[in-house]
């Protein structure tokens, strides 16, 4: 059994409907009949509002769920599973890495995030106050401060500082163990960390250049020192002329069989302990595409782990 953890939210996103991302994939996994060889985690968090505010949207009610995320991550590695996150908005990622560092608290811990964007902003530096856009500054511990553009409230710098916290350690990766792929939509606050740090980007240039074979080693090879790799899926990584089923489209981005290829590459790598596939948005989408297209991703994803479908998906 292979577990599936999913997150019908989409509380962290900057448009409402990601959360639906969620059955739209799970139905297709039922037509394909691979539903059943999966254990399926739903993290409910039975939490109406919460306390809100314009530097950090919704992040009480995000700090919950991504609590709620970290136990289930934590649990299925313990009992010796690779979880597969399903989630509906990237702020679950927040959740996710700290359920790693639970689980292997000594672990080194390198994240691929394939994205456009970098999710680098804190309440400090976001102008939406999308608690997606924050995932990563948060699981780095950071405010970047330097670059600050705004002036948070002492309530909401609570909830961060917690945010930050989730599962029980601040700074649980490193920016040099962070690899992006295909990113190619940031803000200078962003660009003054990736730059401050050295944050590897393979840029889509880079990656339509490339065998996929020479770039998953390439990846690979940059988290060499790490004893354990996340890989993180954000739906809009994918070419935004033709995938249209996300919160942001933006194009210049990764075709879905390039996607699927390289996906396929790197979790065959030993040392990958969780997957996660974020931001499909069916109300956006336009017949099905993008949601037909992360099906596939998650369909190789599994196939990969030795999970083979049983009739053909792609039938809507
Ligand atoms: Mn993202």
């Keep these: 059994m292979s577990v599936i953890i999913t997150v019908r939210s989409d509380s962290g996103a900057g448009f409402r409907g990601s959360a639906q991302g969620i059955a739209a994939l799970l139905d297709l996994a039922t037509k394909s009949g691979i539903s059943d060889r999966l254990e399926k985690r739903d993290c409910v968090v039975s939490f109406a509002e919460g306390f809100t505010s314009v530097y950090a949207k919704n992040i009480e009610k995000v700090l919950y769920i991504c609590e709620e995320v970290c136990l289930e991550v934590c649990e299925s590695l313990v009992s010796g599973h690779v979880p ?93 163990d962070i690899v992006y ?36 080693t390439l990846i690979l090879k940059h988290l060499k020192d790490c004893t354990d790799i996340y890989l993180s899926f954000d739906t809009d990584s994918l070419e935004g002329s033709i995938s249209k089923g996300t919160g942001l489209p933006v194009d210049n981005g990764i075709m879905p069989k390039e996607a699927e290829e390289l996906i396929g590459i ?34 190789k994803a599994l196939s990969v782990l030795k999970i083979e479908p049983t009739h053909k998906a792609n039938s809507r």
């Excluded at 959740?95 to 902003?121: C, M, N, Q």
């Excluded at 889509?204 to 996929?212: A, S």
Aim: with cysteine; net charge neutral.
């Design 181 to 216: 792929v295909t990113l190619r939509d940031l803000e200078a606050q962003e660009s003054h960390l990736i730059e401050k740090y050295g944050i590897r980007n393979f840029t889509t240039k880079e990656l339509r250049d490339m065998k996929k074979k020479v770039l998953g």
């Design 84 to 176: 597969i996150v399903i989630s509906g908005d990237h702020s679950s990622a927040t959740g996710t890495i700290a359920g790693i560092k639970k689980a292997k608290p000594e672990s080194r811990l390198g994240i691929i995030w394939v994205d456009a964007h970098a999710d680098l902003h804190t309440p400090y530096t976001s102008c939406t106050g999308n608690m997606h856009g924050m995932t990563l500054a948060a699981s780095l511990g950071m405010d970047n401060v330097a670059c600050l553009i705004r002036d948070p409230d002492k309530m909401t710098l609570d909830f961060w500082g917690r945010f930050k916290r989730i599962g029980g350690l601040s700074e649980k990766i490193r920016p040099s």
């Design 266 to 299: 790197i979790l065959k790598d030993p040392k990958v302990v969780c997957f996660e596939i974020t931001e499909l948005n069916p109300s956006f989408d336009v017949n099905h595409a993008t949601t037909n297209m992360v099906y596939h991703i998650l369909e």
